[in-house]
C-alpha cells in the first residue's frame, strides 16, 4: 500500500557530492520518521541517518558533518545530501519510511536501493 522510489545515485569521486531522494506514495496519512541505511558488499546493513516528524536527526559517526537528511513532508520526500565522499561511503543505500496509512495502520516500508559508488 506504501512504495518508496529512491534516486540519485550513482559513480563520484572521492571529495565529490551526491544527492539522494526517496519518494513516498499510495496509502499515507503521516509519516512519521524516514531513515538512510546502506549496506556494503560483504557488510550488515547500517543505519546512516535519520528524521523524525519533529525534524530531530541522527546520524552515524562516520558520516556527521559531511551528510544530511532532509524532508518534504508536502511532497512525502527525504533527502540524503552527502558531501565530501570517501571510498568507505560505497554502499548500496536504502530509505525506509515508518507511515500511518489512512487505514490508520503502521508500515515499515523499505525502498529498493539506490547504488552509491565512490572511486577515482
Known amino acids: 500500500q506504501v512504495q518508496l522510489v529512491e534516486s540519485g545515485g550513482g559513480l563520484v569521486q572521492p571529495g565529490g557530492s551526491l544527492r539522494l531522494s526517496c519518494v513516498g506514495s499510495g496509502s499515507i496519512f503521516r509519516i512519521n520518521y524516514m531513515n538512510w541505511f546502506r549496506q556494503a558488499p560483504g557488510k550488515e546493513r547500517e543505519l546512516v541517518a535519520g528524521?523524525?516528524?519533529?525534524?530531530?536527526?541522527n546520524y552515524v559517526a562516520s558520516v556527521k558533518g559531511r551528510f544530511t537528511i532532509s524532508r518534504d513532508i508536502a511532497k512525502n520526500t527525504v533527502y540524503l545530501q552527502m558531501n565530501s565522499l570517501k571510498p568507505e561511503d560505497t554502499a548500496v543505500y536504502y530509505c525506509r519510511m515508518n507511515v500511518l496509512t489512512r487505514s490508520l495502520t503502521l508500515s515499515d516500508t523499505w525502498g529498493q536501493g539506490t547504488q552509491v559508488t565512490v572511486s577515482s
Open positions: 528524521i523524525t516528524d519533529s525534524d530531530r536527526t
